[in-house]
């Protein structure tokens, strides 16, 4: 997962994790958590979730989420 990038869209949207995370319906904790290289990170619910939320297309979203 590409964290700067997914934080830089997180900031483009207006948005910071704690929103972003309630958004979503998931702690914000669970959202940093997940953002860490030793974890499993966002199922694929999530990801829609938040390319949804973020407005991302198909490559942004594949570049952030599957490099």
């Known amino acids: 997962m590409n964290v700067p990038k997914l ?8 948005y910071n994790i704690s929103t ?3 958004t979503i ?7 940093y958590r997940k953002t860490r290289s030793n974890s499993p990170g966002f199922s694929i619910r999530e990801v829609k979730m938040i390319s949804n939320a973020l407005e ?12």
């Open 20 to 22: 972003l995370s309630k």
């Open 7 to 14: 934080k830089r869209k997180i900031a483009e949207k207006n």
């Open 25 to 31: 319906g998931i702690d914000k904790s669970t959202f």
């Open 56 to 67: 991302l297309t198909g490559d942004e979203i594949n570049s952030i989420f599957f490099v």
